[in-house]
């Protein structure tokens, strides 16, 4: 990673990327739809300093709201002093050479999203090897009772027996059917869901600001 003269120089702006073709089984047969242009963030943070800390913030999302939260912590993580890199899971990042990585996903039908379950399956290894933080952006589940609690445990089911996360959090998301495929606003509408934005952007920076980079 490059460093600059000044401190913390932000060198790569978000851009935007086309979201990848949903495939889903229904019935036995096939049906593929696309989403809509949703943001994806590929950004940079770097510190004068060549003896920062070099963390990587990745994840999975399916309409931008995941991606718009792990720039929010690639830049509270920058502004701690470390030379961050975010980048989405589909970009096939990369992953030696960090002291630390945070892997975040958004939730379809009560898992995490298939490639980011696939990318901790793939570098399972090296993710053992140095401090890992997950978080999960949702809709549901976001109450205090005990079930609540229960299922967002559960969606991390899949990944939790691989690695040794040293944090976990949940965030709730955003809901704009605008940017979901016909096929996620119908699984949308058949949960109930609504089109809000309920994430909690200083709980996510109070996280990003505590969460534990050092082994």
Same mark, same amino acid.
């Given at each position: #990673?490059?460093?600059?003269?000044?401190?913390?120089?932000?060198?790569?702006? $978000?851009?935007?990327?086309?979201?990848?073709? +949903?495939?889903?089984?229904?019935?036995?047969?096939?049906?593929?739809?696309?989403?809509?242009?949703?943001?994806?963030?590929?950004?940079?943070?770097?510190?004068?300093?060549? #003896?920062?800390?070099?963390?990587?913030?990745?994840?999975? +999302?399916?309409?931008?709201?995941?991606?718009?939260?792990? !720039? !929010?912590i690639a830049r509270t993580l920058g502004d701690r002093g470390f030379a961050v890199d975010?980048?989405?899971?589909?970009?096939?990042?990369?992953?030696? %050479?960090?002291?630390?990585?945070?892997? %975040?996903?958004?939730?379809?039908?009560?898992?995490?999203?298939?490639?980011?379950?696939?990318?901790?399956?793939?570098?399972?290894? +090296?993710?053992?090897?140095?401090?890992?933080?997950?978080?999960?952006?949702? #809709?549901?589940?976001?109450?205090?009772? /005990?079930?609540?609690?229960?299922?967002?445990?559960?969606?991390?089911?899949?990944?939790?027996?691989?690695?040794?996360?040293?944090?976990? $959090?949940?965030? !709730?998301?955003?809901?704009?059917?605008?940017?979901?495929?016909?096929?996620?606003?119908?699984?949308?509408? #058949?949960?109930?869901?609504? /089109?809000?934005?309920?994430?909690?952007?200083?709980?996510?920076?109070?996280? $990003?600001?505590?969460?534990?980079?050092?082994?």
């Amino acid at each position: #990673m490059s460093r600059t003269s000044s401190r913390r120089r932000f060198l790569k702006a $978000a851009g935007i990327g086309l979201a990848a073709t +949903t495939v889903a089984c229904i019935g036995g047969g096939y049906v593929a739809t696309r989403a809509p242009e949703s943001a994806v963030v590929d950004l940079t943070f770097a510190e004068e300093s060549t #003896m920062s800390r070099r963390i990587l913030v990745t994840y999975a +999302t399916r309409a931008g709201s995941t991606a718009e939260i792990a !720039a !929010a912590i690639a830049r509270t993580l920058g502004d701690r002093g470390f030379a961050v890199d975010g980048k989405p899971i589909k970009a096939r990042p990369e992953i030696t %050479g960090y002291d630390a990585i945070i892997i %975040g996903s958004a939730i379809r039908m009560g898992c995490w999203l298939p490639e980011a379950v696939d990318f901790v399956k793939a570098n399972q290894a +090296t993710l053992n090897s140095v401090p890992v933080a997950l978080f999960t952006v949702h #809709m549901l589940n976001t109450g205090d009772d /005990e079930t609540s609690r229960a299922n967002r445990a559960a969606y991390l089911d899949a990944v939790r027996p691989l690695i040794h996360p040293a944090a976990e $959090a949940y965030f !709730a998301g955003a809901m704009n059917f605008a940017r979901l495929s016909f096929l996620d606003r119908l699984i949308a509408r #058949m949960v109930g869901a609504v /089109e809000e934005d309920r994430r909690d952007w200083a709980a996510i920076a109070a996280w $990003a600001e505590r969460v534990p980079v050092a082994a």
